[in-house]
């Protein structure tokens, strides 16, 4: 029977080519062809792998045309599903308001960065740090603790988190010390083998900074009374109750 009488779902995609292989005699090849089918009933959106090559007579002529195809259906959704899944987790990490970014194998390639861990803590401009290795735009940190602890997340795939560390990062405003809480988390394939690390980083430097300067006017207070050989007590007036 005629091809669109059976299937006149496919026409809009299939005729201008069908027709082509057979006035011209040249071969067409899809990949991951979208082609809508009525299939029992039912309409589903199938992708597929095929070729259109014309069939020859014994004189040269064409006669037909030879259609070779497999359907690779459910590959094509699988990976579209992949890929939307990988989107909206870029998404999310792009809008998070803590500093985030991912870094991709051995060489910690910076793959993902938000806005705020580029403004606020990585103080570059977006272009000088995407797609490159984290030691090259960074390499203050070859001398400090955070690319071993690195690679002992890559290769071991285990988390390492601490809380405010000490971090020299040198911007385009000059090196800066920060006081930071991390996280290093490792990502795994299908196969779980460790292919990148997503890194979450908050800066604390001013709870830390403004603790340690109560500290030292602490400790400065307790060296004056002591060494003026001064006493002090303390007196609860509702009680009268005093210490000393």
């Known amino acids: 029977r005629p091809l669109f009488e059976t299937l006149p779902e496919v026409k809009d995609r299939v005729d201008a080519l069908l027709t082509s292989v057979y006035t011209t005699g ?21 992708y597929f792998n095929f070729t259109y090559a014309p069939a020859y007579e014994p004189d040269g002529s064409i006669t ?9 259906t459910e590959s094509v959704i699988a990976r579209q ?14 809008q998070s308001p803590i500093p985030m970014a991912i870094f991709l194998g051995e060489d ?11 403004d606020t803590i990585w103080r570059r401009k977006e272009e000088e740090v995407m797609g490159k290795k984290l030691l090259e735009v960074f390499p203050e940190l070859n001398d400090q603790k955070f690319p071993a602890l690195l690679k002992r997340v890559y290769h071991e795939g285990v988390s390492h988190s601490e809380k405010e560390a000490p971090a020299l990062v040198e911007g385009d405003d000059g090196m800066r010390k920060f006081y930071v809480d991390f ?7 299908e196969n779980r083998a460790v292919f990148g690390i997503i890194v979450t980083v908050s800066d604390v430097t ?30 609860d007036i509702p009680t009268g109750r005093f210490k000393f």
Not at 108 to 118: G, H, P, T, V
Not at 183 to 189: A, C, K, N
């Open 64 to 72: 037909g045309v030879v259609v070779t195809a497999t359907e690779v």
């Open 183 to 189: 996280t290093y988390d490792p990502l795994f394939d």
């Open 26 to 46: 040249s071969p067409y090849y899809g990949h991951e062809f979208y082609v809508p089918l009525n299939r029992y009933g039912k309409r589903e959106m199938g």
């Open 81 to 94: 599903r992949i890929s939307e899944s990988e989107a909206k987790f870029r998404t999310l990490i792009m």
């Open 206 to 235: 001013e709870r830390v900074e403004s603790r340690k300067r109560l500290e030292e006017a602490e400790e400065r207070t307790r060296l004056a009374v002591e060494s003026a050989r001064l006493g002090s007590y303390e007196i």
């Open 108 to 118: 910690f390639l910076i793959d993902i960065a938000n806005k705020i861990l580029i």
